[in-house]
């Protein structure tokens, strides 16, 4: 079944929205979906995936992006979009490429990338030692349903409709005015068309959920700097157990890191990024 | 003291070995050290240090590295190498650049850099809220000095003599054969000659500590693949206290995890690694 989730056989809506069509060596056309938007951009964890894309063409036999690190330069609209792959290292067990999305010209997102055949490491060395304990979370029914956000919400996130995700209560309070305080934030994720997670599923994943800020009581958009994912594990099909933490919010800015689970309790996908606390509304950038 | 720190006025070894001549635009030519070999390359930390030397030469007002993702492609050799920096994005408040070491032609570690200036960022958010606990070890005068490690050590990893490190005993019984089983490594760093830890001597230290296979048993060379560094604040003079940590090793990949504090109790840089594990002596590479 997990050999299946990589090379799926029926026409699911993530696989459309991120497909390239090849226009020349190492370049792709994409299309960026407008079922992709998040307040005035798209969504980060989205570009990742139509990279992954790209990369899965330009490296065959080397399908798992192990590392991805992506490097945010502008916002990205819906429509037209080139993706480039160039690549710096071939042969041996992985692969290094640098790969980015631009828009008539103008750098959206530019990455690096580490790839290799998570099958053939599983194969060659199938010890696995985790000593990160998965978090607890209630069971998905017991979650708050983001299908349930009000439609002025909705309409503002238009990504929610792509998936089903249901936030932990214990780090959804933002939503009643009442931020946890800790930084937290975590919930289920599933594809809304029952799609089964796969790996390119894991680069979006990890940057779906409300920014950690929320719980902290500073709402707004938080713009992310760096995001550099770890996929450790092809994903066993199911719901995706997903969690945000910040430890360290400093001079206008804080990581963020995320853990995926997957329903056999496998910890497949570690991130961390960097991002800009959100700015108070009426704030001016003197930078 | 802190400001000083970043342009030092006095000749010391870390700023010398890590100098930098233009030959072009955005190109450099530096010549790797002798002085910091580990086993059969160059240090991968000290390379950090000469791309961020060549990132504030070609980011003017941007002086300090906020993020940076290197992706490792081959091992480094000591002796003449070309750095180039390729600006992606200026203006505002940060600015983004890749920036690659190359010998003879051939590519040693690519890199993106996000850049901008802490003291500005500092002023502008004044704010920290650091959740993450500054880890316990015993005094300086009460670990392990690698100082006091056999010549034959020494003269296999010459980077030794740069640094003056104390190595937590509570972590460092591996090298009595008696590995603590738990993946972590801690230690005290300063610069052997009193230079004092700057936003550069960050990117270093965060990979000049033994690998965290070794306090899982497993001795041996762990190549790294990824590193990405996030520079929170610039360190205060003093000793910088180490720790590296892995929670997931899967498939012979582990992540590395570190973090550095300074002497006033601030984390001041956070580091995350994808490495390979140490292979069995006798293994051969069938990829």
């Not at 020349?24 to 005035?40: I, Q, R």
């Not at 607890?136 to 708050?144: G, L, Q, R």
Request: charged share 20%; with cysteine.
């Amino acid at each position: 079944v997990a050999e299946a989730a990589q090379d799926p056989v029926q026409d699911h809506e993530f696989d459309r929205l991120t497909a390239l069509s090849p226009t020349g060596p190492g370049e792709y056309a994409a299309d960026l979906s407008s079922g992709w938007v998040v307040g005035g951009g798209v969504n980060g964890g989205y570009l990742l995936a139509v990279m992954g894309q790209a990369l899965r063409h330009a490296l065959p036999g080397k399908p798992d992006p192990l590392a991805v690190s992506a490097h945010y330069v502008s916002a990205s609209a819906p429509g037209p979009a080139t993706v480039s792959v160039d690549v710096r290292r071939e042969g041996g067990s992985v692969a290094t490429a640098a790969v980015e999305v631009a828009q008539e010209g103008v750098t959206r997102i530019t990455a690096l990338a580490t790839c290799g055949d998570l099958g053939r490491f599983a194969e060659r060395a199938p010890d696995v030692r985790t000593t990160a304990v998965e978090p607890a979370m209630p069971p998905p029914e017991d979650c708050i349903r983001t299908s349930d956000a009000p439609a002025e919400v909705r309409a503002f996130v238009a990504m929610l409709d792509r998936f089903d995700l249901r936030l932990d209560p214990a780090h959804a309070a933002w939503g009643a005015g009442e931020p946890g305080m800790e930084g937290v934030v975590g919930g289920w994720f599933r594809w809304a068309d029952g799609r089964e997670p796969d790996v390119l599923s894991l680069l979006t994943v990890c940057d779906v959920l409300p920014p950690v800020t929320f719980d902290l009581g500073m709402p707004g958009w938080a713009p992310t700097l760096e995001l550099t994912v770890h996929v450790r594990a092809r994903p066993a099909p199911g719901w995706l157990k997903v969690r945000h933490a910040t430890r360290n919010l400093a001079s206008g800015l804080f990581e963020e890191d995320c853990e995926i689970w997957d329903s056999a309790g496998r910890l497949v996908a570690q991130s961390r990024q960097l991002a800009l606390v959100p700015r108070p509304p009426l704030a001016t950038d003197g930078g």
